[in-house]
């Protein structure tokens, strides 16, 4: 990319004519400028007018009026791509602006070059607005090359320029390592999940931000709890708006998980975000053991009063709680919740909810009736009686077909619980077809289907209790994922004695002095020591040792002997014979060297009987033989 200057700007035109005409203009003056030489500007303004000039544009003439101040704004003047170069000449130069807000222009990503080569020469401006100026994926590019090299940005707005999710891994590898910009704007683009992915590991490196805007960006499911991970082990951020994202109860929960371990958040916006009661639950345990987020902002969410009552209990119960102000406009409230907001006020005299008016009412659901059919059942079944005996009276014949009149007569006489509504419930369902006869055999065929429908219903709540923890726990697991790929290898404390999450060896990995190094080494190892397996040195394990070897064993090496030997050893008295204790390898030459391996040594000496047994059973046998060949005979 060239300097910027105004001879650049003569050559890159494309307009050779007007070119030509505006230098012929310029030639006939009364001062004869020499075509070689370039052409000199005193001021920013006499820059300005040369630069736009030449590329064609027309000044801007708020910017001539406003030379000197500290604040630029051009907003909404459609500069476009040239009238942004023409702008950058005029500002190398500039020591005065210091907040350019050039949003709604049409720059493109020409013009993003631009400033850009701009911003390499001028360090005085440190706040940059280029929002809604459609950048795309190749101003992405230009900007995170700015970032990367950046010492003077330290708020830059971007929002609404059509970023996608390759871009947000460019912000992410160019703000990893970012410590001066401190506000970052990304609103309105689409990063969806695995923009939420990068911008979690953005979050977990960078050390500098302190305000960061990605309302608008679609970062739902996966996305949304990346995010959350990499927010978990941020240090630096206070503000944070994620409204309009869609996390739902997914992004609530791992939010929640966020705010344990964060203690840099101050202020949350998490408006028009999907959220219900079951997500507020969720994101209160959190807040139980948050205490520096101060504002909260849960508007047009899907909660009612019982979310409200949640949040504010949580404020009442919690002494180390540092929030003040919770939002939820759109929530309608009842007198219960007033209360107790009154009581926690008392408490907590800082704390403020702003609510949408008292008017709101508690879903509860209405008790539900239990079935007639099935108070009958359990009433015959507790007085151990039969339909028909409970029905004689009125059903002489015994066809168990009834009168209307005289079945509604007979259960209201009884002591059967059930009411006016219910009786007729159960005539309308033994009387579908409105005969005025009370056909009462379908209640001896109910028993069945409500034993079916009760073992339904039981399926149900446990395959939907099953999903609920199945998606909890994936959601958990993405979570730890997210955090253990997001956490920085320096962020990792060892303490002395503490273990390591991440290590799944057999020891734990702690701060410890070489001894116990070379103790937990030694007890890692196999049976054999580095002197056993040498040529020279040959130390069978004994297995029927002293019990003071036993004791300062550890337990791996322990678990390498033979257990069943040792404690065959006790029930064996007998003493060994001689030349079990005192055969050598080469005593006898007629012996096999194959049986006196290491293996068969120590059985022979710990278990001397096993030598006489193969000789009594052949015995045994030969005797079975014998007596066999006596019958046949």
């Not at 500098?208 to 949304?224: F, Q, V």
């Not at 955090?483 to 920085?488: E, F, G, R, S």
Request: glycine share 6%; proline share 4%.
């Amino acid at each position: 990319m060239s300097n910027l200057s105004i001879e650049s700007l003569c050559l890159a035109d494309n307009d050779t004519s007007s070119c030509a005409e505006d230098r012929e203009e310029w030639c006939d003056t009364d001062l004869e400028v020499d075509e070689k030489k370039p052409i000199e500007v005193t001021s920013t303004a006499e820059l300005y007018l040369q630069s736009c000039r030449l590329a064609g544009v027309v000044p801007v003439s708020y910017f001539l009026r406003n030379l000197g101040a500290s604040t630029m704004n051009l907003n909404h003047h459609s500069l476009g791509p040239l009238g942004g170069k023409a702008l950058a000449i005029a500002l190398v130069t500039d020591m005065h602006i210091t907040n350019l807000e050039l949003a709604d222009n049409y720059l493109l990503a020409e013009g993003a070059k631009y400033l850009v080569e701009m911003l390499k020469a001028n360090f005085t401006i440190h706040r940059l607005d280029l929002s809604n100026n459609h950048l795309q994926s190749e101003g992405a590019e230009c900007i995170a090359k700015l970032l990367h090299n950046n010492i003077s940005i330290k708020s830059i707005k971007l929002s609404g320029n059509g970023f996608i999710e390759d871009d947000a891994k460019r912000f992410a590898d160019a703000l990893a390592n970012n410590y001066r910009v401190k506000e970052l704007d990304l609103s309105h683009n689409q990063f969806c999940r695995r923009g939420g992915e990068h911008l979690g590991q953005m979050l977990a490196n960078n050390e500098g931000l302190e305000e960061l805007d990605l309302s608008w960006n679609h970062l739902r499911m996966k996305g949304a709890v990346a995010f959350c991970a990499g927010l978990k082990v941020n240090v630096t951020l206070k503000r944070l708006d994620i409204s309009w994202n869609g996390f739902g109860n997914e992004g609530a929960l791992a939010l929640g998980e966020a705010l344990k371990f964060n203690n840099s958040l101050v202020h949350l916006n998490l408006s028009h975000n999907r959220i219900t009661n079951e997500g507020v639950d969720m994101l209160c345990k959190g807040l139980e053991a948050n205490d520096t987020l101060r504002v909260l902002m849960l508007a047009y969410n899907a909660l009612t009063v019982e979310g409200a009552m949640a949040l504010v209990t949580v404020v009442k119960n919690t002494a180390k709680t540092a929030l003040e102000e919770v939002n939820i406009s759109n929530v309608l409230v009842n007198e219960n919740f007033v209360q107790l907001l009154e009581l926690t006020c008392h408490e907590h005299p800082s704390f403020d909810v702003q609510y949408g008016g008292v008017g709101g009412f508690m879903a509860k659901k209405p008790p539900k009736r239990p079935d007639p059919m099935k108070v009958i059942q359990d009433y015959l079944d507790v007085r151990k009686l039969r339909l028909w005996d409970f029905f004689r009276k009125i059903d002489k014949d015994g066809t168990m077909r009834v009168p209307v009149s005289d079945f509604r007569k007979a259960v209201q006489q009884s002591n059967i619980p059930l009411d006016r509504r219910q009786i007729e419930e159960l005539i309308q369902r033994l009387d579908r077809e409105r005969t005025g006869m009370v056909d009462y055999r379908g209640l001896a065929d109910t028993r069945k289907q409500m034993m079916r429908d009760h073992r339904r219903q039981l399926r149900n709540v446990e395959s939907r209790q099953k999903k609920e923890k199945q998606k909890s726990d994936r959601i958990l697991k993405t979570f730890q994922s997210a955090v253990d790929a997001n956490t920085p290898s320096s962020s990792l404390v060892i303490s002395p004695g503490g273990v390591k999450e991440e290590f799944s060896g057999p020891q734990p990995f702690s701060a410890t002095p070489l001894s116990s190094w070379h103790h937990i080494v030694m007890s890692n190892s196999s049976r054999y020591s580095v002197m056993n397996l040498s040529s020279e040195h040959v130390h069978l394990p004994m297995l029927g040792g002293s019990t003071q070897l036993r004791q300062t064993g550890s337990p791996t090496m322990r678990s390498f002997s033979q257990p069943n030997l040792l404690d065959d050893t006790s029930r064996y008295s007998k003493p060994k014979p001689l030349s079990a204790r005192t055969m050598p390898y080469d005593s006898s030459p007629d012996v096999d060297r194959t049986k006196l391996s290491t293996s068969t040594n120590h059985l022979t000496r710990s278990r001397p009987a096993l030598i006489s047994k193969p000789t009594s059973s052949k015995s045994n046998t030969t005797k079975v033989k014998k007596k066999k060949t006596r019958k046949r005979v």
